[in-house]
């Protein structure tokens, strides 16, 4: 699907670390995101919540 929900696998993998407010405002920063009008549903992006280690 082209707006992230499927989590089908892809030969295309990468990752990037954003800082944000909270998972709703970092899911906003993938608004438009290329990946997703691509309109063939070859992409998808995976949002992911991380906890601060206390290291």
């Known amino acids: 699907m082209d707006n992230?929900?499927?989590?089908?696998p892809s030969?295309?993998?990468g990752y990037s670390i954003v800082e944000a407010e909270?998972?709703?405002a970092?899911?906003?920063l993938a608004d438009g995101h290329p990946f997703?009008?691509?309109g063939n549903g070859?992409?998808?992006l995976e949002i992911f919540e991380l906890i601060d280690m206390g290291i």
């Open 4 to 8: 992230g929900t499927s989590a089908e």
């Open 11 to 13: 030969a295309l993998q």
């Open 22 to 24: 909270n998972l709703d």
């Open 42 to 44: 070859r992409f998808s």
């Open 26 to 28: 970092a899911k906003a």
């Open 36 to 38: 997703l009008s691509e």
